[in-house]
């Protein structure tokens, strides 16, 4: 946890797509790709006797790149892995790593990053079994940004198993230990400053602990999963969103502004949007500071909105900051020209509407066959299908897009029940679905 200020099934006819049908049996237990973790009941865990362990733990600092060699044998005959970091994104573009976190069952290391060259590491760590993290959206991301390895398909993380037992997305790791294991913990050093040397007692206490209990969470959580058999869809799912942190930690500068485009903004505008937010980037990144210091994304809408074609109309009609003003003022405007300059065939495609109607129809009929489906197999309804997920799903039904266009998340082990059920319900709402996302229908 940082200290951060995170089916290629194609056919062009419709009804060719409920074709397979499927028993109940087999919609029960949605199928899951051969390759997840296996899911053979493991002996109930003795949590008392797994604390006891994790306070006895042996606790080692790796400053010294010779040192790193016992890590990387220790991650070699482990199986599993807890891992944290701690890092500093506070006033530039590039994260500053401070701190490795890794508890490999019966020894925790803290390995000062910054003293490093961690390569090595990164790819000992892809090769275990398992790698057990909490809330791991900012530490993969700085992962993939230093370790140049392919998306990893060993994540198991906490945050997302509590999900399916508690319908919690966003579980904090301290009250996950107690819930699960009813143990404390202090987070009060999440922001304190982690690249000074030498660490407070309490800093290197609370690092400790980000790990030292990580093991015992995932045998609890293990446990009761594959009990309830969960476990494959957990694994799946951590997969997925290791995946989508990979691809979110790799998108071309060219395509950031995707992430604050509106599906009002006109053509034009999607090209004012995409100029500057290219250069925001570009900027960001040569002069290593966080893109909102270069300008706030209200600036940036307002700018969207404004069209300023002077320096005057760039002070009194957005509210970027003066300094960055005076520095980049003439060259934003620059920008903001040749965008406004481009022939409408060179602009960007503007982003389909989303569902809005006052009829509830749809929405009911599809919400009953989410809570249908999430009694039947025991998973929460938030986390059989997130909203991301149903409005992209509405999208490929609504403009008769290919199947293939259908998000990562619903091609998995969701697809059969998404094919055989969710689709034909919203296939039977299909005009209202059209009228609520703008489409003239005969």
Same mark, same amino acid.
């Given at each position: 946890m940082s200290n951060h200020v995170s089916t290629a099934l194609t056919t062009s006819n419709q009804s060719n797509r409920l074709d397979n049908?499927?028993? +109940?049996?087999?919609?029960?237990?949605?199928?899951?790709?051969?390759? %997840?973790?296996?899911?053979?009941? &493991?002996?109930? &865990?003795?949590?008392?006797?797994?604390?006891?362990?994790?306070?006895?733990?042996? %606790?080692?600092?790796?400053?010294?790149?010779?040192?790193?060699a016992e890590v990387i044998d220790a991650l070699a005959t482990c199986g599993r892995v807890a891992l944290d970091t701690e890092f500093i994104k506070r006033d530039t573009y590039y994260p500053r790593l401070a701190l490795v976190?890794?508890?490999?069952?019966? /020894? *925790?290391?803290? !390995?000062?990053?910054?003293? $490093?060259?961690?390569?090595?590491?990164?790819?000992?760590?892809?090769? %275990?079994? *398992?790698?057990?993290? /909490?809330?791991?959206?900012? +530490? $993969?991301?700085? @992962? #993939?940004?230093?370790?140049?390895?392919?998306?990893?398909?060993?994540? @198991?993380?906490?945050?997302?198993? !509590?999900? #399916?037992?508690?319908?919690?997305? =966003?579980?904090?790791?301290?009250?996950?230990?107690?819930? =699960? !294991?009813?143990?404390?913990?202090?987070?009060?050093?999440?922001?304190?400053?982690?690249?000074?040397r030498p660490l407070s007692d309490e800093q290197e206490q609370y690092a400790i602990d980000d790990v030292r209990f990580l093991p015992a969470l995932y045998l609890s959580l293990e446990y009761e999963l594959k009990k309830q058999g969960l476990f494959e869809y957990v694994w799946a799912d951590c997969q997925l969103y290791a995946s989508d942190l990979y691809d979110a930690q790799h998108v071309e500068d060219e395509a950031m502004y995707l992430t604050m485009a509106d599906y009002r903004y006109t053509s034009e505008q999607m090209a004012i949007l995409q100029a500057v937010a290219t250069w925001r980037e570009e900027l960001a990144r040569a002069?290593?500071?966080?893109?909102?210091?270069?300008?706030?994304?209200?600036? %940036?809408?307002?700018?969207?909105?404004?069209? &300023?074609?002077?320096?005057?109309?760039?002070?009194?009609?957005?509210?970027?900051?003066?300094?960055? !003003?005076?520095? #980049?003022?003439?060259?934003l405007l620059k920008v903001i020209k040749e965008a406004k300059n481009l022939h409408p065939a060179e602009? &960007? +495609?503007?982003?389909?509407?989303? #569902?809005r109607s006052k009829n509830k129809v749809l929405s009911k009929a599809v919400q009953q066959a989410i809570d249908a489906q999430a009694e039947k197999i025991g998973v929460p309804a938030n986390v059989l299908m997130r909203k991301k997920w149903l409005a992209q799903l509405y999208e490929v039904i609504a403009f008769d897009k290919e199947i293939s266009e259908l998000p990562e998340g619903l091609k998995g082990w969701r697809n059969e029940w998404v094919m055989q059920t969710l689709i034909p319900v919203i296939e039977e709402h299909k005009t209202e679905l059209q009228q609520g996302m703008g489409i003239n229908v005969r």
């Open positions: 049908t499927a028993t +109940d049996d087999e919609l029960s237990k949605p199928s899951v790709n051969d390759e %997840v973790a296996p899911t053979d009941l &493991p002996p109930k &865990p003795n949590i008392d006797a797994l604390l006891d362990a994790a306070d006895d733990a042996a %606790v080692t600092w790796v400053r010294k790149q010779d040192d790193l976190q890794l508890n490999t069952g019966n /020894h *925790v290391y803290l !390995l000062d990053a910054p003293q $490093l060259q961690l390569a090595e590491l990164w790819e000992a760590l892809a090769k %275990v079994d *398992v790698a057990i993290w /909490h809330a791991c959206g900012e +530490d $993969l991301g700085i @992962f #993939y940004l230093l370790s140049d390895c392919p998306p990893l398909t060993n994540i @198991f993380d906490t945050q997302i198993a !509590l999900s #399916y037992l508690t319908g919690q997305l =966003q579980m904090g790791y301290q009250q996950a230990l107690d819930d =699960q !294991l009813d143990m404390h913990i202090d987070k009060e050093q999440s922001q304190s400053d982690w690249l000074k002069t290593n500071q966080p893109r909102t210091f270069v300008i706030k994304k209200q600036a %940036v809408r307002e700018i969207i909105t404004e069209k &300023p074609s002077s320096m005057r109309e760039l002070a009194h009609k957005t509210t970027m900051h003066r300094s960055m !003003l005076r520095l #980049y003022g003439e060259e602009h &960007p +495609d503007c982003l389909l509407p989303p #569902y």
